[in-house]
């Protein structure tokens, strides 16, 4: 069971703007704030961390569950319009299975965040 995750980003500024807007849809809020980083959750406690201090090489990828389709597109939504940038849709993606439904950006830093679910669709 994952407790938390850390995410390191080149600007945290640009980072916490983007994060913000890009989590809201998934229920997740600003829960903490230190120098250098900021932690975001549902109340009571974060489990996202962005912190200052630069990109690790190649990125880092980080999927947050969401509450059903509407809200990967959400997500997805409210990332690019927070300044990221598309890496993937929200779509099906049955090379996992064949209810696996997410959405992918780059975040301000080029890490890859993606909203998923994995209830099948039920209209």
């Known amino acids: 069971m994952i407790d938390h995750v850390s995410i390191y980003v080149d600007d945290l500024d640009a980072a916490k703007a983007f994060y913000v ?14 120098p250098g980083a900021i932690g975001l959750g549902v109340a009571p406690k974060p489990d996202l961390w962005i912190v200052a201090g630069g990109a690790r090489p190649g990125g880092q990828h980080v999927a947050l569950r969401a509450g059903g389709r509407a ?3 959400a997500f997805y939504a409210a990332a690019i319009a927070a300044g990221g940038k598309d890496n993937g849709r929200p779509g099906v993606r049955a090379i996992y299975h064949p209810n696996y439904f997410g959405g992918f950006v780059l975040d301000p830093s080029g890490n890859n965040v993606e909203a998923c679910c994995h209830e099948p669709y039920i209209e």
């Open 21 to 34: 807007a890009a989590v809201a849809p998934l229920g997740y809020t600003l829960l903490m704030e230190f």
């Open 71 to 73: 809200a990967v597109r």
